[in-house]
């Protein structure tokens, strides 16, 4: 679209010699995936994960705000229930089972893959909800690529990333720093805590990331030996809410270190992947005022092969092995505890004329004992021969492994909790039409029905402090659509892109007599969540108008309570100038144009109106 | 459209009206019930306040916010009356507000306070506010709402009982000991060491010191009932509870200073002049309940019990008779927790 202008010229990338990793649309076959444009990705170069997210899909982010913690829902599934990868590898603490949206600085990633559902379970297990796989990866071609994108915006917010690509048809290296301080010290109005409102200034919100990734690719026509290192931290404090008493003195720092070793082979029918990787995330998290002083450390030893082999012209089948250690020091557990398990996924994928079918079956050893196994199918239908019209449909039942937080933390773990796990059913209808010429159509809807079991849910029990148990039963259904229409005639370039999801999820009952939670929408999750983006360009002035709707979101769980719904609208122009082998690219952003007072979480503000100023230049030699 | 204009208008004629058929709270207030502060979940600042009338025998919720447009805080922790006003403290707000106690508007609030949790009254004038993580004892001036400083009593602090001159001020999280405070100069004078996480405390109708020691919030240590002389400062009696896995709380006691009250698996009750604690329990515990504080009305002994359910959809109240017969269960807000009686002489349950 017209946002900034990919700098990486994804388009010519059709020479690619060899086989990735990521067969992304060729894979499991009646299941939902989608790859996000990769002009939008550019326009986030100096954004995170959930802002993106929340603004381009029907994710549903839950955000503390500016600096705060933001987790995914997916469907109305809780924010563990989210995979989240790099380049297939699960990049999750396995301390929380979950990841912070907030602390993915998108500049960093080159595609970002969303596996929705049951399609999560080509990546790995415990993604019910979805899985968002973050993509690395290199442009094989002679050239030498230097980009700068710096920004300086509202509430004191600096940024800049750098990217640097060199290499040639056999070796390429990849090289992106990033760094964005934040002072996040919005004007808010506080309805809260006098009769009359007052206007007050966000404190303590401050954050600084810093990251890189460098990554290394030799190809020798048959093979491709990658090594690639992610390195980040960041330190923020945490903002209170309005209601609690200031200065608590509440920070949290971050530190994750991620090592990956991949071997990519083709030989004759099959195809070979070897991947090894270490995983080491730090989070400590300290509260002067309460005196608490927490200290985790994880690290996660993992190693994945997978062989994929066709089967005469139609048939494919692919053999995944993915062994997994984890150990967490904390002085919240007992002792340095560790978890080994190894899961086995077999799959098939079948494509005959106008049917695709697919199956999967995955086995998780945990620790000596096999789990239930899970499995999926799908099967999917080409209308019209020749034309990308589908109907897709397919039923899963995925699990998830508790997070050792839930097993091992003191006090409350309990190390006896079970997996949960997910009947997922899904039909789609997807199409893709390219009219007369200059016309293009994107359609998507999607319908979809989960029945989550044996959740863990933290909650009080015979004791004073509050225990995990498989308690907790949810329902969800819903509708996800999206649709993109492009027009591009001479020096005009005119898209629209929407989304809209519907979700209903409900807690499915317990065993407490006259539970008024039961049936009742789960707290924090839009029964409506919209986003549409306009966007035009003319030669070298393009600008865009970005529009999002939340609806209201209940906060208490019997319903009684609910922070209302908003709209935001966003507001992105700029120019961009080439000239030889450079370009230049001045963009401005003006972020909730409408100065709209709102709300994610309960007495948590968000800022008004705010500016940004990004200059992306780039050189490519 | 002229009709419709008409039904608009008759539809809020009928709205009004119900609205001034609505009895005022502040009716219901002056005439006797219980205050229920409901504490809401940590950090999303959904407590509020009820009230149980006796004139109508039901609960009247969202009080604070009805009276003054805006939430009460987050963690609102205890609430006491002096005068005419209502001091309630607002944990994790570190804050107390004031409100008339009949018409529950906004007096003043106390701001700036670290994590209190307790209200006290020294005098006319004076109270003191425990902290459930600073080391100091806050002293609130009653006349012009505000902190007029601190005792140092280096330990944090939670329940504080009052006899004579002497301030006994229990040292909960992680502590063993009563401190004892001379209220004349706020001067921490003694200690007194009773069991792990001493809890809750009141005083028998011979003025005897009656202290729950918990045992620790992770069960680490035995529970502890522990007799003190308040004259003397000495440990008087001491009951062990049989297991770790007993963590009674909330310690009352009847208008008699006869019965003791606590809460452990259900209410049990135990006579002062008791040689042991009591085996059973004296209101069971249903399945699905999950009783979390208790009062006792200090005219007619009814015995009042919050149940805080799953300590995320709204709780109850449930009120027995003195003799534990049920009399009636009302929907609270979310995680009933202290009560506090304000009663008329004439307020009975008959």
Known sequence: ?621 | MKNLVKIVIVSLLIVSCNKSADYPISNYILRGGAFIVNEGNFRSGNGSLSFYSYDSLKIFNDLFVNANGRPLGDVPNSMAIKGNNAYIVVNNSGKIEIIDQSTLKSLATIQGLNSPRNISFISDNKAYVSSLYSDSVAIINLNTFSISGYINIRRTSESIAIAGNNAFIANWAQGKEIMVVNTTNDRLVDSIEVGNEPESMVFDRYGMLWVLCNGGWMRQYYAKLVEINPSVNKVVKTFTFPTKEESPTCLKIDGLGQTLYYLDDGVRQMDINSTSLPATTFIIQESGESFYKLGINPVNSDIFVTDAVDNTQRGYVLIFKNDGSFVTKQQAGIIPGSMFFKLTFETTND
């Open chain 1, 1 to 621: 679209m017209n946002g900034q202008l990919s700098i990486e010229k994804d388009t010519f990338k059709i020479k690619e010699v060899i086989i990735s990793g990521n067969k992304f649309n060729s894979e499991a076959s009646g299941f939902k995936k989608k790859s996000i444009d990769s002009s939008i990705l550019v326009d986030y170069n100096n954004r995170n994960l959930a802002d993106m997210l929340s603004e381009n899909t029907g994710i549903f982010i839950k955000s503390y705000g500016m600096g705060g913690t933001a987790t995914p829902s997916f469907r109305g599934t809780g924010a563990g229930h989210t995979l989240v990868a790099w380049n297939g590898i699960n990049i999750g603490s396995p301390m929380l089972g979950q990841t912070d949206f907030s602390l993915i600085q998108v500049g960093l990633i080159d595609d970002i893959q969303i596996y929705y559902g049951g399609a999560s379970m080509i990546i790995n297990d415990g993604g019910l909800g979805g899985a968002i796989n973050l993509v690395t990866k290199p442009v094989w071609n002679k050239e030498t690529l230097i980009s700068l994108n710096t920004g300086i915006g509202s509430f004191g917010q600096y940024s800049g990333l750098m990217k640097v690509r060199a290499g040639n048809y056999n070796l390429q290296t990849v090289t992106k720093c990033y760094f964005q301080n934040s002072e996040n010290n919005f004007r808010y109005l506080n309805k809260e805590e006098g009769p009359e409102p007052v206007w007050q200034t966000r404190t303590d919100n401050q954050l600084r990331i810093h990251g890189f990734i460098q990554e290394l690719y030799f190809n020798n026509k048959k093979n491709i030996t990658s090594a690639k290192i992610w390195y980040q931290n960041s330190d923020r404090n945490l903002p209170a809410s309005m209601l609690t008493q200031p200065n608590t003195g509440e920070k949290q720092f971050d530190e994750s270190l991620t090592a990956m070793l991949n071997y990519d082979a083709s030989k004759g029918r099959s195809n070979y992947s070897f991947t090894s990787a270490w995983i080491m995330n730090k989070l400590n998290y300290v509260n002067r005022l309460a005196s608490i002083d927490s200290r985790n450390y994880s690290q996660i030893l993992t190693a994945k092969a997978s062989l994929e082999n066709s089967i005469g012209v139609n048939t494919k089948l692919k053999i995944v092995l993915d062994a997994q250690s984890s150990e967490v020091k904390s002085n919240n557990y007992d002792h340095n505890t560790t978890r080994n398990t190894a899961t086995l996924a077999v799959s098939a994928d079948r494509n005959v004329n106008r049917y695709g079918t697919s199956i999967l079956f995955r086995e998780i050893l945990d620790k000596d004992h096999f789990l239930i196994p899970d499995f999926n199918a799908g099967a999917q239908f080409r209308l019209i021969d020749g034309k990308e019209y589908y109907f897709k449909a397919s039923i899963s039942r995925n699990s998830k492994i508790p997070s050792m937080n839930d097993m091992y933390w003191v006090p409350g773990g309990n190390p006896d909790l079970k997996n949960e796990y997910a009947f997922i059913y899904e039909i789609s209808y997807e199409m893709k039409q390219n009219f007369s010429g200059p016309l293009k159509l994107i359609y998507n809807v999607s319908v979809f029905r989960y029945n989550i079991k044996d959740m863990i849910q933290w909650h009080p029990g015979v004791y004073s402090y509050w225990s995990a148990d498989n308690i907790k039963k949810v329902n969800s259904k819903g509708v996800e659509s999206s649709l993109s229409l492009d027009y591009t005639l001479n020096n005009l370039r005119t898209g629209v892109r929407a989304d809209y999801s519907y979700t209903i999820a409900q807690a499915g009952g317990s065993n407490i007599e006259n539970d008024v939670s039961s049936g009742k929408q789960l707290m924090y999750i839009p029964e409506h969540q919209a986003n549409a983006l306009l966007s035009f360009g003319y030669k070298i002035f393009y600008s865009s108008w970005m529009f999002n709707f939340t609806g209201k979101r209940y906060i208490t769980v019997d319903n009684s309570k609910y922070l209302p719904g908003y709209i935001l609208n966003n507001l992105n122009t700029g120019i961009k100038l080439s000239l030889k082998s450079t370009s230049i690219d001045i963009n401005f952003e003006v972020r909730n144009f409408f100065n709209i007072n709102y709300q994610s979480i309960a007495y948590y503000p968000l800022p008004g109106r705010s500016y940004m100023v990004k200059i992306l230049f780039q050189l490519v030699k």
